[in-house]
């Protein structure tokens, strides 16, 4: 397996989530390992069990800090562990933009409710008094704002009639320890995941002008013109032999441009079967370090090589200035 992902966890109560994360780390096919857990509580009995299970911790109070200054401490912290994901287990403590920013994408967080319902506190009891037939609970990323970056995924728990908040509460959290750990896994390995992949080329190719998608030889295949009358300027190839290999095929100025790609990274291109003749490139997606800007890049390049007249003048006058 491809190295772990390492993740450091913030906590500021029992930990019972950071336990679960822990336990999922222990099993052989876990993607990722908890490098880090810190605190803003010295007390916080969940940094007793991370050491008691060999896990470097680090307690900071923020008390008599301004949030910035104790978001700076602890981010520090993180750094210095390695850490590449910041998981949020019960700390109870609102980040600052510039702490939120510097982990845009890579910092999670699990709310007892089923976002985008009841975001911040008392959401058992609230759920009760609306006389919801469900709670449960979501994992999301964290954007600035509270409880309110995108869903990764969520479990749904029954409210039974004599559900207080309290037993409501302890059922939630059975099921917020097996959906953290796992939608965690989930998301570390994401960028090997051929449906993500496919979600990223798709974005890029459907954002340029007049394209549309026409699947070709059960390939996703992107369109550039009309419906009828459109040209090819991208697949998705996806190759189940031994190995799964996954590629972009998108087309080059001609033959020196496909072989000079080849000669500069040859680990990252290689000339596809059949369209390597006129000119197209296969750039892997599969390496775990895809360059997104240039796979962007490459797809305009290709879609300005068969783009109808009408499309590609204005670009061509606006080049020569
Ligand atoms: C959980 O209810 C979680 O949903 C919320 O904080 C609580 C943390 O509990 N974000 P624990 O410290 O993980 O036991």
């Given at each position: 397996?491809?190295?772990?992902?390492?993740?450091?966890?913030?906590?500021?109560?029992?930990?019972?989530?950071?336990?679960?994360?822990?336990?999922?780390?222990?099993?052989?096919?876990?993607?990722?390992?908890?490098?880090?857990?810190?605190?803003?509580?010295?007390?916080?009995?969940?940094?007793?069990?991370?050491?008691?299970?060999?896990?470097?911790t680090f307690a900071h109070s923020h008390?008599?800090?301004?949030?910035?200054?104790?978001?700076?401490?602890?981010?520090?912290?993180?750094?210095?562990?390695?850490?590449?994901?910041?998981?949020?287990?019960?700390?109870?403590?609102?980040?600052?933009?510039?702490?939120?920013?510097?982990?845009?994408?890579?910092?999670?967080?699990?709310?007892?409710?089923?976002?985008?319902?009841?975001?911040?506190?008392?959401?058992?009891?609230?759920?009760?008094?609306?006389?919801?037939?469900?709670?449960?609970?979501?994992?999301?990323?964290?954007?600035?704002?509270?409880?309110d970056g995108p869903i990764l995924a969520?479990?749904?728990?029954?409210?039974?009639?004599?559900?207080?908040?309290?037993?409501?509460?302890?059922?939630?959290?059975?099921?917020?320890?097996?959906?953290?750990?796992?939608?965690?896994?989930?998301?570390?390995?994401?960028?090997?995941?051929?449906?993500?992949?496919?979600?990223?080329?798709?974005?890029?190719?459907?954002?340029?002008?007049?394209?549309?998608?026409?699947?070709?030889?059960?390939?996703?295949?992107?369109?550039?013109?009309?419906?009828?009358?459109?040209?090819?300027?991208?697949?998705?190839?996806?190759?189940?032999?031994?190995?799964?290999?996954?590629?972009?095929?998108?087309?080059?100025?001609?033959?020196?441009?496909?072989?000079?790609?080849?000669?500069?990274?040859?680990?990252?291109?290689?000339?596809?079967?059949?369209?390597?003749?006129?000119?197209?490139?296969?750039?892997?997606?599969?390496?775990?370090?895809?360059?997104?800007?240039?796979?962007?890049?490459?797809?305009?390049?290709?879609?300005?090589?068969?783009?109808?007249?009408?499309?590609?003048?204005?670009?061509?006058?606006?080049?020569?200035?």
């Amino acid at each position: 397996m491809a190295d772990k992902a390492k993740i450091a966890i913030l906590l500021s109560g029992r930990g019972s989530n950071m336990a679960a994360m822990v336990y999922a780390a222990k099993l052989p096919d876990c993607p990722f390992e908890i490098v880090l857990v810190a605190s803003n509580d010295l007390k916080a009995p969940g940094l007793k069990l991370a050491e008691a299970e060999s896990i470097a911790t680090f307690a900071h109070s923020h008390k008599g800090l301004t949030r910035e200054a104790h978001d700076i401490i602890m981010h520090d912290a993180i750094v210095r562990s390695g850490a590449e994901y910041v998981v949020l287990a019960g700390y109870m403590r609102i980040l600052s933009d510039g702490f939120v920013r510097k982990w845009a994408d890579h910092m999670l967080n699990i709310h007892p409710s089923l976002l985008p319902k009841y975001k911040g506190l008392d959401t058992y009891q609230r759920a009760i008094d609306a006389g919801d037939d469900v709670a449960g609970c979501s994992v999301h990323l964290v954007t600035p704002e509270l409880d309110d970056g995108p869903i990764l995924a969520q479990t749904e728990v029954a409210i039974l009639p004599d559900d207080d908040a309290d037993s409501l509460a302890s059922r939630i959290l059975i099921a917020e320890h097996q959906l953290y750990p796992s939608t965690l896994a989930k998301y570390v390995t994401r960028e090997a995941d051929p449906d993500w992949i496919l979600g990223q080329v798709r974005q890029r190719a459907l954002a340029l002008a007049e394209t549309h998608e026409r699947p070709s030889f059960g390939a996703p295949g992107w369109r550039v013109g009309s419906k009828t009358t459109g040209k090819y300027f991208a697949y998705l190839a996806q190759s189940h032999h031994g190995e799964a290999s996954i590629a972009l095929l998108v087309k080059t100025t001609g033959l020196d441009e496909q072989a000079a790609l080849i000669d500069a990274d040859p680990d990252l291109y290689y000339i596809p079967k059949f369209y390597g003749k006129s000119g197209w490139i296969a750039i892997r997606l599969d390496t775990g370090r895809t360059d997104w800007d240039h796979i962007s890049d490459r797809l305009y390049a290709s879609w300005r090589q068969v783009a109808p007249k009408r499309l590609t003048k204005m670009i061509a006058i606006a080049d020569q200035f």
